[in-house]
Each structure stands twice: as structure tokens, then as C-alpha cells.
């Protein structure tokens, strides 16, 4: 299920346009939903508690959400926007493990929860370390890019990474 960004971070979101695009695959489209609407059986499909049968949700795309297994999150730290906006860390799945194992389609939030997108197109830096905390070791710097738009914006995803340099 998406939910289009209309004003990120707090885009509108509505239980009939939640469940067209559940049912129909169209958000903002005119189909009829039959009530009631039940957010559970749209998570989990079904028609328990709804008017409509909902289909089941794609459990094994991440991040949906990114910390199903419970395995939680990892710290990158030291982090800035090219703009100096943002100076601090960002988090990702700690299933990645290590920071220097961080690479294109990887996804880095502003909380710990990974609940947090970072919302405009940023690109950023983090200066090396021998701490599993960064991605390059000492004396060199990672550069990466966060939502590169290629028709849809995927919200903290990583588009763009440089090798150490």
C-alpha cells in the first residue's frame, strides 16, 4: 500500500483513500468502497470487521515497515547535508550490520525508530573513522545521495553512493 507525499512530512491521509488503494491500487481514485473500513483487515486482509475483502500486504518488501524482525536500528553519525542544514546521525535496519556496509537502495532515517524520513533531496557527507559507525575509515569521506526523483520520490533512500575517497 502507498500513500502519495503531498506535504511531507505530514502528507493527508484518510481511511477511504487508504482503502482504494488497498482495494484498487488508486488513492485518490472514485472507486466505491464499501463500509465499514477497518484498518486491520486492510494490514492483514481479510473482511472480518469490513464491507470489503482486502487483499494481503507484501510482507517482504522493505521497509514495510523496516523493522518487522525486531532487530532494530544502527547509528551513522557524523553525518551533513551539502547545504548545512543537517549535521547529526541518521539511522538504518541493523540488519545491514556495519556502517561501511551501506550502499545504493539502503534506507537512513532521522530516529531511531526508522519511522522519520528525511523529506527533500539531500546530498551528504560523512567524514571516516574506525568506528563501525561510518562508512569509510579514517582520513577519508563517504558522499551519498538521499531521494533522487525518478518520477516517484522514495523517501530515505540512498540513490547515489561514492566509494571512499
Known amino acids: ?3 502519495p507525499i503531498s506535504s511531507c512530512p505530514n502528507p493527508e491521509v484518510s481511511m477511504l483513500k487508504l482503502a482504494r488503494e488497498a482495494l484498487f491500487g488508486d488513492y485518490n481514485g472514485s472507486d466505491t468502497v464499501t463500509g465499514p473500513i477497518s484498518l486491520y483487515d486492510m ?3 481479510g473482511s472480518a470487521s469490513s464491507g470489503n475483502t482486502y487483499p494481503a ?5 522493505e521497509p514495510n515497515p523496516v523493522t518487522r524482525n525486531g532487530t532494530g536500528s544502527l547509528e551513522l553519525t557524523n553525518v551533513t547535508d551539502g547545504m ?3 549535521t547529526g546521525s541518521l539511522y538504518y535496519n541493523s540488519d545491514i550490520g556495519n556502517a561501511s556496509n551501506l550502499g545504493l537502495g539502503d534506507y537512513l532515517y532521522l530516529n531511531e525508530a526508522l519511522s522519520e524520513v528525511y523529506c527533500g533531496p539531500g546530498n551528504f557527507n560523512q567524514p571516516g573513522s574506525s568506528s563501525t559507525t561510518t562508512h569509510c575509515p579514517a582520513g577519508q569521506n563517504w558522499y551519498f545521495v538521499l531521494n533522487i526523483v525518478v518520477g516517484a520520490v522514495d523517501y530515505s533512500k540512498i540513490g547515489q553512493s561514492d566509494a571512499c575517497s
Open 1 to 3: 500500500m502507498a500513500v
Open 43 to 45: 494490514i492483514n486482509s
Open 84 to 86: 548545512g542544514t543537517f
Open 57 to 61: 500486504v507484501n510482507t517482504s518488501s
